[in-house]
């Protein structure tokens, strides 16, 4: 069978992975066994029925496993993320800023910046102390010139840097020593000089119903988002635990170490203060007894180095829950204004993405005509003409259904039928790429998956997602 080579041939790509099928049709296990699938963790769909799929996507759904859809036809190619709420700790973001809190300097690096005198350092030091420490003692300066704020506006942070540049020592004959320190930390005023805050999305995070309802089921992500909220209220002042980083940066190794030190002793405690609200939070909700005798944590407790990650990536925390397929195919529920806005772009310039998402809508109606002919559009070859006004109508119905009254191009329909649901080895190909990445998010947990269809389109080297 299919599923047996198919299996085989995987299992030869790595000898430490096992791999197993089921000769089986997927209704009859939906009907008969539905909870075979409770088993798996994750379930990729491919190239299945509409209504075998809405099936399989409730069964999936209300046993809250991730469900991924990949499709290939023709030129096409489809993916849907079913997932009834992923949570994402190491979403590693681009372009993040760092956390230096230089607006909201810490006790300990109060203390260590402090502690350096740049007037009565030699050459050597002077040159070789790391911009970081530069910025936090001329960012004094600067606020105690005005009123105690820091720059924000260009021109307030022009003045720092001209400031700072005044402070690089000077030969004999007055010209500036080449202090690569102060270079970078004049660079480094408008990247690192932010309102230190918690952003809006981790404040919607603390007022989810999830963090505010812990029971004894809520998920440690929850409880340890419960916790970060108590944090932020208490030993946080308005603020995340530190992040414990710094950026590599021009210095002797004896002060950047130490420096590195002061930020990751900042980060420890903050962790340690998080971790005690979680634990007193598992207590609370039956999840965690006192310790043992022997001062050892009981089973069921979340670890000291699980939490000691969230709090590194606590400003970059995300949750994705996307829609039902039933919302998606229930026309009360499903997201048609999103659909119309599309076909309407898509008839006024046909070379914008839209063009991808009528790619769908034609897949829909590809699966009605499945639904009353039990074959897709031109499955046969000699059928190809007559295929042609049926998959009109059937595009026209699911239009008329949805309430729109935007049309879809004849060029469309006659392409999807001279698809004749081929599956390229191209298009299979890429979408295997796809659907790899995406399940690999999934299971690990970290970066942040789809949200929630993803459609290719293989002819002009396009892509789009949309939410529907």
């Known amino acids: ?77 489809y993916l849907r993320m079913v997932i009834k709420e992923h949570t994402i700790i190491e979403s590693h ?85 080449d202090e690569e320190n102060f270079e970078e930390a004049i660079r480094s005023v408008n990247s690192s000089l932010h309102a230190t805050a918690v952003l809006a999305e981790i404040q919607a995070l603390f007022e989810d119903p999830c963090c505010l309802n812990l029971n004894t089921d809520s998920k440690n992500f929850w409880v340890m988002v419960r916790a970060l909220k108590e944090f932020t209220e208490n030993e946080g002042q308005g603020l995340l635990p530190l992040r414990g980083s710094i950026p590599d940066m021009t210095s002797d190794s004896e002060r950047y170490i130490q420096l590195q030190t002061v930020y990751r002793d900042q980060a420890e405690i903050d962790a340690t203060a998080v971790a005690g609200h979680v634990h007193a939070l598992l207590h609370n909700i039956g999840r965690e007894e006192p310790l043992n005798p022997d001062r050892t944590k009981k089973p069921g407790t979340i670890s000291d180095s699980e939490i000691r990650t969230f709090c590194r990536n606590a400003a970059f925390l995300t949750v994705l829950r996307c829609r039902s397929l039933e919302e998606e195919y229930t026309t009360e529920t499903a997201n048609l204004e999103e659909l119309g806005q599309h076909i309407l772009e898509e008839e006024e310039d046909a070379n914008s993405d839209s063009d991808d998402t009528v790619l769908y809508i034609l897949l829909r109606a590809a699966d009605r005509f499945f639904t009353e002919y039990n074959r897709y559009p031109s499955y046969f070859d000699d059928t190809l003409d007559a295929d042609i006004p049926k998959l009109k109508a059937c595009l026209s119905k699911l239009l008329h259904d949805w309430g729109l009254t935007a049309g879809v191009k004849d060029d469309y329909v006659h392409e999807i039928c001279r698809y004749g649901a081929s599956e390229l080895h191209t298009v299979a190909a890429f979408m295997g790429g796809v659907a790899a990445q995406e399940v690999i998010k999934v299971v690990t947990g970290q970066f942040v998956p789809i949200n929630n269809t993803f459609i290719y389109n293989a002819q002009k080297q396009t892509s789009t997602t949309i939410i529907l």
């Open 93 to 177: 973001p681009d372009n993040t800023h760092e956390d230096l809190r230089l607006d909201r300097p810490f006790k300990g690096l109060h203390e260590f910046c402090d502690s350096l005198d740049l007037n009565s350092m030699n050459k050597k030091d002077h040159s070789h102390t790391p911009w970081l420490v530069l910025l936090y003692k001329y960012l004094d300066i600067w606020k105690n010139m005005n009123g105690g704020k820091i720059p924000s506006t260009y021109k307030e942070k022009t003045a720092l840097k001209e400031l700072i540049n005044e402070g690089v020592r000077r030969n004999a004959e007055g010209v500036p020593d």
């Open 1 to 77: 069978s299919r599923a047996q080579v198919a299996t085989e041939l995987l299992s030869e790509l790595n000898e430490d992975v096992a791999g197993d099928f089921l000769e089986e049709d997927v209704d009859d296990l939906l009907e008969k066994n539905p909870s075979f699938f409770s088993t798996f963790t994750t379930v990729i769909a491919t190239q299945l029925p509409e209504k075998t799929l809405l099936h399989l996507g409730k069964v999936l759904w209300e046993r809250n496993i991730p469900l991924i859809v990949c499709r290939c036809y023709g030129f096409i190619g």
